[in-house]
């Protein structure tokens, strides 16, 4: 029989959706009352459910009905729902709602219905396997079975003995003959607000009627899998994936479940599980849930982009740059710009200035403003509205969104709320987490570091993200005052919200969107501060500080220039890093006395002084050791070859300053470090006259140093060498005594 169905599946599967309410051809056909059937179609299971609202948990179970071939029923869609509140008891409404529809069904028990919740239930199998499981039960009406007991817990005592420790009743999903469900249903009446579940447990519980009926739950989860205090016995085989996806197993008792149901509390450990079930991600195939035709975007949606500086935040330059470069089409860009940073004001006022005129339009609040951050934040989203935008889309100072194209691409996840995968480069610390605490707060999920490494790609449906999101204006036009939940921050607010009106929030690596800043460690109070950020924001500063040919030294057939023998010369850093790096020394303006005595050192005694600043003097020692080892080091790899000393260690790292009327040489030594380093931070002939460094065993001098290149040479016995007099302005440099 339901081979048959199959064939005529394919239609109806495609028309599921529209036939939702109203009368369906085949229920029309099918009930003639009193037991006599004329049913032309093949149809021997329907599916109900009830849902007032297409919401994401809605749309997820009408996508996997519709994968396997169910003919489900939604009823009630676009009522008001007078259930009460999803959290508490209520639900006498889908039980009213249900009743009314198998009306027509008296009599008639050739048609076996299931019911199920759709918000958190999914399909994992298909209908024919369903039905065979049915059978099996050898029964008139199957509930699915839970491991608590809900809402009255004094009636544990009446329920059967059972083997397993699904043990109670749960409402979310039954199968049974149509005419009998009906006549059960018809024993007494409920009101919309009693509680479904209860309803149906006295229903169990009356000996009378479960003999009559032969009513049975389902204690093995051989159909129905009710996740909320069962998550250690079940099982995501996605290592183990068959072509036809990944599947759920329920350990204990040996079946794999074909309706998941995410009752009470375990709604987000469905969310993690719907990932991958219902062939939504396999390794094989990847993300078989995410579209793959390409949406079309004329005319482009109007999105309010909201862009927000609420941290002192290193790379503030660079963020602007990328929110400039993306390639949404501008004239469908409402802009918002909030910045609480007097120190970022010049830099916020400069992109205004520049770029603002480009938009729709542009609303700006200003550090002096005084605005909080929460009730900014409120304040886009009702301009948006106001504006009648079609997504809001916020990025914050620390989401740096390499990828242009970011806007458009989330379009295409087609989600109501999305965001683009953000993470600090070669860290675990992204923008999503993959888990919720009990308390509500950062978890991680087993499969987090596979999705922040981009091992799995696809769309996620998690329960917090944060920095950068695109949302529908359907959805923040149902939350008012999104981000002002008590006692939360604006985003943990929002995730809140949201997963409180069961929206889901989805993170998207289907693609590489860009990266995460770290402003934990940035300190205004320096002078140049993202000079000292090179640990934090790598990535960042290296495009800022590192010389655009360092790494030509380090491919295999490049040729280091050699100005004296074993002298080696490499570009490493940006005139910017050398004028940032003088303004810090400057700035401080503690040069030495260039005298012997120097109670910076162990020893209080420097046998060959110059006029100096040491790194640690402007807290800068640790940046340098990790400038020393993430880029001096594999230089010296490459001349010095066999020697490897990682970390490289070093304790005297300082700039020297050499003017004709302070100390304008220095006389000739060897240095205490088995090499040395030697960066030119000015340049001779522009900004000073003289200077260099002349090696004596060789006669040989370096005089037309380079800015922003090194000089690398041995410190002991071979480079007996000296600092050639300055005759005009003054010489910078920056010298390291390496592994001493
Ligand atoms: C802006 O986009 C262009 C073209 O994609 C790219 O070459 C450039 O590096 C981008 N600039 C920034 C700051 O990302
Ligand atoms: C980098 O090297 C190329 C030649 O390989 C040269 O043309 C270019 O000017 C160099 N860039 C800088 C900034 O020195
Ligand atoms: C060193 O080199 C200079 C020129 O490069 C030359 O005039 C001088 O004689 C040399 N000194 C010695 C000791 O070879
Ligand atoms: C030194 O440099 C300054 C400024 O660059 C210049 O005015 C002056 O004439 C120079 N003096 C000598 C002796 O070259």
């Known amino acids: 029989m339901w081979k048959l169905w199959v064939l005529f599946g394919l239609s109806f599967v495609l028309s599921i959706l529209a036939e939702d309410d109203g009368e369906n051809k085949i229920v029309e056909q099918v009930p003639v009352g009193n037991g006599k059937v004329i049913n032309q179609f093949p149809v021997d299971l329907i599916t109900y459910t009830v849902a007032t609202e297409e919401t994401d948990g809605y749309l997820r179970y009408i996508r996997s009905a519709h994968l ?62 369903v039905l065979a499981k049915f059978r099996k039960f050898d029964s ?32 979310g999903g039954f199968i049974g003959y149509a005419g009998d469900i009906l006549e059960i249903l018809e024993d007494h009446p409920i ?73 009470g509390p375990s709604k987000l450990a469905l969310n ?14 990847g993300c078989t849930a995410c579209p793959r035709d390409p949406l079309d975007l004329s005319p482009p949606p109007l999105i309010m982009l909201a862009v927000f500086v609420p941290w002192n935040t290193p790379f503030l330059v660079e963020f602007f740059d990328k929110i400039k470069n993306l390639t949404y089409p501008k004239n469908r860009i409402m802009l918002f710009v909030y910045n609480k940073m007097e120190y970022h004001d010049e830099v916020v006022d400069n992109f205004i200035e520049e770029s603002a005129g480009q938009y729709l339009s542009h609303k700006q609040i200003a550090s002096k403003d005084n605005t909080p951050e929460s009730h900014a934040r409120n304040l886009a989203v009702q301009l948006c509205l106001v504006k009648k935008c079609d997504y809001f889309f916020t990025v ?19 989600k109501r709320f999305v965001a683009p995968m953000l993470v600090r480069p070669n860290k675990a610390w992204s923008n999503f987490w993959g888990d919720l605490s009990p308390q509500g707060y950062y978890a991680r999920s087993l499969d987090y570091m596979e999705i922040v490494n981009n091992e799995r790609r696809g769309l996620w449906n998690v329960p917090y993200v944060s920095s950068c999101y695109l949302i529908h204006q359907e959805v923040i036009s149902k939350i008012k005052g999104a981000f002002t939940q008590e006692n939360y921050d604006p985003d943990m607010s929002l995730a809140k919200n949201l997963r409180d ?45 590192i010389h655009p040919n360092y790494s030509q030294s ?102 020297v300053r050499y003017r004709p009327d302070e100390q304008p040489s220095l006389r000739p030594h060897h240095d205490s470090s088995t090499f040395t380093i030697n960066l030119a931070l000015n340049t001779p002939g522009i900004d000073f006259t003289g200077g260099g460094c002349h090696f004596i065993r060789y006669n040989c001098s370096v005089t037309n140093t380079k800015l922003g290149w ?29 592994d001493p």
Request: proline share 5%; hydrophobic share 35%; net charge negative.
């Open 554 to 655: 380090l491919m295999e057939d490049a040729v280091i220039p050699q100005p004296c023998p074993d002298v080696y010369w490499f570009p490493i850093v940006t005139p910017r890093y050398c004028k940032e790096l003088i303004e810090v020394m400057e700035t401080f303006g503690k040069w030495s006395s260039g005298k012997n005595t120097d109670e910076r050192l162990a020893g209080g005694y420097e046998n060959v002084p110059t006029r100096d600043i040491h790194m640690n003097q402007v807290a800068m020692e640790r940046q340098w050791l990790a400038f020393l080892g993430d880029y001096v080091r594999p230089l010296q790899e490459k001349v010095f070859i066999g020697y490897f000393h990682d970390p490289p260690r070093s304790l005297m790292n300082f700039v």
């Open 68 to 129: 396997y071939g169910y003919h489900v029923k939604t009823l009630g869609m676009g009522e008001k729902w007078e259930g009460g509140a999803m959290a508490g008891t209520g639900g006498g409404h889908k039980v009213n709602l249900l009743r009314k529809a198998l009306k027509p069904f008296k009599g008639n028990n050739n048609i076996i219905i299931m019911f199920t919740d759709s918000y958190d239930v999914m399909f994992l199998g298909p209908p024919d396997q």
């Open 191 to 263: 009101k919309n607000d009693d509680d479904d579940q209860l309803y149906y447990t006295k229903l169990f519980l009356n000996k009378n009627l479960r003999e009559k009926y032969r009513m049975r739950l389902d204690h093995k989860a051989s159909i129905f899998q009710n996740i909320n205090a069962a998550t250690q016995d079940l099982r995501l085989n996605v290592d183990k994936a068959k072509t036809d996806g990944t599947f759920l197993e329920n350990v204990v008792t040996e079946e794999t479940p074909l309706v998941l149901h995410g009752n």
């Open 396 to 414: 914050d100072s620390l989401a740096h969104l390499d990828n242009p194209d970011t806007m458009q691409n989330l379009l295409q996840a087609r």
């Open 140 to 171: 008139r009406l199957v509930f699915s079975a839970e491991v608590l007991l809900w809402p009255d817990k004094s009636l544990a005592p009446e329920f059967p003995v059972t083997e397993t420790s699904y043990k109670y009743l749960n409402s």
């Open 501 to 545: 009106s069961g929206v889901f929030m989805f993170v998207d690596n289907r693609e590489d969107y860009g990266h995460l800043i770290d402003a934990d460690t940035f300190d205004i109070t320096l002078t140049n501060p993202e000079l000292y950020q090179n640990v934090e924001n790598q990535l960042d500063w290296a495009k800022r500080y």
């Open 710 to 738: 090194l000089l690398m040479h041995p410190g002991r016995l071979t480079h007996y060498h000296e600092g050639l007099k300055v005759t005009n302005g003054t010489r910078y440099i920056m010298i390291s005594f390496v």
């Open 272 to 285: 993690f599980l719907s990932n991958y079930l219902a062939r939504s991600w396999d390794p094989i195939n």
